[in-house]
């Protein structure tokens, strides 16, 4: 469902996303 695949998306992302805030600060 496009439900499941969203919240497949953003467990991938979620990662990503603290990652590209930390390479911004330092």
Do not use: G
């Not at 469902?1 to 930390?22: C, E, G, I, K």
């Amino acid at each position: 469902s496009l439900r499941r695949m969203l919240q497949l998306v953003l467990a991938l992302l979620r990662p990503t996303l603290h990652l590209l805030q930390r390479l911004q600060k330092s």
